[in-house]
């Protein structure tokens, strides 16, 4: 089945030119059946370039999805005309009392941060308790991780000697997981983060349970069994020139960044990265979208209640 996204939305020009399957809004409210409603909360500056990644992984399953846009409430994005935000975007505060089947809150650039000193970090902390009660399966995206771990857990996060970035080597730590269904036993996955997850603070009741591992850059993947969640600190959702183009924002920005790991062939940045973790995204995403379905109360209201 396709996504279901705005009929005038920009990312759906691109996803069409890939052959990503969109649907109308009008072909979609015909059909008899309930579309699974996703919601993504974007903290990411370039909210296009984001919203096309998770839109295009999305749209790769069999069932139909409902996607909302969904930005904080009283954040202006320097980025992002506030035109494109009001036509796309619905704040937090507009949906709060609605129900979803899964929830995406993504990364932020401010992982300098104490994450008392974001400025939206009170609605941040109202957010991810609503979780808890209006959501079916939360996934949390690097420093969203960051901040969901300590909200929920006092997890710590410790601050890298040097930036992890590149396509780094992970291990498959529990194959009979359904979200790791198909996976193989190593694959690659892009990697840009200042910041790693303390294990020595991690809760020792098994409440948080490690899926994808890795010996270079430590944990990636954790299920929250306590809270519903995955926590997700590296970036399926990127595409071929994601990391490129942090790499030029960095050096244009007066920055010294490495040139990101086993990404640009012989470390030469004129020649164009190969995807090599596409199929790998496309599966993990396929399986939440299934786990969703085969779990969710058909009423959604019931979400929270259940």
């Known amino acids: 089945m396709p996504i279901r996204i705005p009929n005038n939305l920009p990312a759906r020009k691109t996803l069409e030119a890939e052959g990503v399957a969109v649907m109308a809004s009008s072909r979609a409210t015909r059909q008899d059946i309930r579309p699974l409603r996703i919601g993504l909360l974007n903290l990411m500056p370039n909210k296009q370039r984001t919203e096309t990644q998770f839109a295009r992984l999305i749209a790769a399953t069999p069932l139909q999805v409902e996607l909302t846009l969904v930005r904080i409430t009283d954040h202006k994005s320097k980025n992002t005309p506030e035109e494109y935000l009001r036509d796309f975007y619905s704040k937090w505060e507009e949906v709060r009392t609605q129900k979803f089947d899964g929830f995406i809150i993504t990364g932020a650039p401010i992982a300098h941060l104490p994450f008392e000193e974001v400025r939206y970090w009170p609605e941040m902390l109202e957010i991810m308790d ?27 996060r410790l601050r890298r000697k040097k930036k992890a ?3 780094y080597q992970h291990q498959n730590k529990k194959p ?44 990636c993947m954790l299920e929250d069994h306590k809270y519903r969640a995955l926590y997700m600190l590296n970036h399926f959702e990127y595409d071929n020139l994601s990391l490129a183009n942090e790499y030029v924002r960095d050096i244009e920005t007066g920055l010294d960044p490495d ?13 164009e990265p190969l995807n090599t973790w596409r199929a790998t995204s496309y599966l993990f995403f396929q399986n939440w979208i299934n786990q969703i379905y085969q779990t969710t109360p058909f009423d959604i209201e019931k979400i929270g209640k259940t």
């Open 165 to 167: 970035v590149g396509i």
């Open 176 to 219: 009979n997981s359904p979200f790791l269904n198909g996976f193989s036993d190593d694959f690659a996955i892009p990697v840009s983060r200042n910041n790693d997850i303390d294990k020595n603070t991690l809760p020792k009741d098994g409440s948080l349970e490690i899926l994808i591992d890795s010996d270079e850059v430590g944990i």
């Open 259 to 271: 040139i990101p790991l086993n990404y640009f062939e012989n470390d030469n940045i004129n020649n």
């Open 130 to 156: 609503w979780t808890q009660s209006n959501v079916h399966s939360p996934l949390f995206i690097c420093w969203g991780v960051q901040a969901a771990l300590y909200h929920f857990h006092n997890v710590k």
